[in-house]
């Protein structure tokens, strides 16, 4: 019997994840408070023709992650957690930066604490390329210091340290990926701080004009939420030890400016005002996850916004 845990897995990426996992564990657990702000809709895998299909129905505990009284027993009999659920927008945590410590660094110790003391074989934590800042120049590479320029980055780095020290001290398994923008099926279109490309597809299907931050020339590597979940699934291989302990680019090793993706969108776009706290450049190097788990991605922004705009 294999079981996975799920954190965050009715959010964009988790229940993307989550679909993948179906046919692959006998169990799957989802926690999801259900509360973050730039959903519009949370997503569940308990359809009827899903359950047909399957014979493993997913679970869901609407809890806090941080909530270890609530969640702790959930870890049991594990095998594999995936670590989504975070405060994941750089913007409002700028107005919050409490509720960021909170569910982005308590809330990652108390994941890990649960999958220690439950025998967990191996925590696959979701952490951001925001690590990399300014101070870092194109290609980022995993061993550039820590640039974080955020409530948001900063407490997802904690997070990343707190993970290598369960590895480290607690002989825990963890895997650690940073994420460059990702975007796909399911992507939030809400509020002005969701990702650029859902708010560009809801001002388009608005008929608005597309609302282009500064001069739209940072650049970022735009990674398709298949290519994550991909990775995801390579680094719960419990018979491969390479990437355990580490800490692994996902991105496509290609980045669009802002401006590029409006114009792939939409011919109307205005400029509104510039906002601080970010990077100007992001474009990932993919050596690392193409050595220690085969990863490569394969889908481009240029093409998905073709098909789906």
């Not at 027993?73 to 957690?81: A, G, N």
């Not at 975070?86 to 108390?110: D, W």
């Not at 590597?221 to 491969?240: E, P, R, Y």
């Amino acid at each position: 019997m294999s079981k996975a845990l799920v954190t965050g897995g009715c959010g964009f990426i988790g229940s993307n994840l989550v679909d993948k996992l179906v046919p692959l564990y006998d169990d799957i657990i989802v926690i999801d408070s259900l509360i973050s702000e730039a959903n519009e809709k949370f997503y569940y895998n308990d359809s009827p023709s899903r359950q047909s299909k399957y014979r493993n129905a997913v679970k869901y505990y609407e809890y806090n992650i941080c909530d270890y009284e609530k969640t702790r027993k959930l870890y049991d009999s594990v095998d594999v957690v995936f670590h989504l659920a975070a405060e994941s927008r750089i913007q409002p945590t700028l107005n919050n930066p409490i509720l960021a410590a909170q569910s982005n660094t308590v809330g990652t110790c108390t994941v890990l604490q649960c999958s220690k003391e439950a025998g967990v074989k191996r925590v696959i934590y979701s952490s951001t390329s925001a690590s990399y800042g300014l101070l870092n120049k194109i290609p980022l590479k995993e061993d550039m210091p820590d640039d974080c320029l955020n409530p948001y980055s900063v407490t997802k780095v904690a997070g990343e340290k707190l993970c290598k020290m369960y590895t480290d001290l607690f002989d825990l398994e963890t895997v650690t990926f940073r994420y460059f923008n990702v975007y796909g099926e399911r992507q939030p279109v809400k509020g002005q701080y969701a990702p650029v490309i859902g708010i560009f597809i809801r001002q388009k299907n608005n008929n608005e004009d597309l609302t282009v931050v500064g001069d739209g020339l940072r650049t970022r590597d735009f990674t398709h939420v298949g290519d994550i979940v991909k990775g995801n699934i390579l680094a719960a291989d419990l018979t491969n030890k390479k990437p355990v302990g580490e800490v692994i680019n996902l991105g496509t090793g290609t980045n669009n400016s802002i401006l590029e993706i409006a114009k792939m969108v939409s011919e109307d776009y205005v400029f509104i005002p510039d906002r601080g706290g970010e990077s100007q450049d992001t474009l990932a190097d993919i050596d690392k996850a193409k050595q220690l788990l085969d990863w490569e991605p394969t889908i481009t922004v240029e093409g998905w916004i073709k098909a789906n705009i």
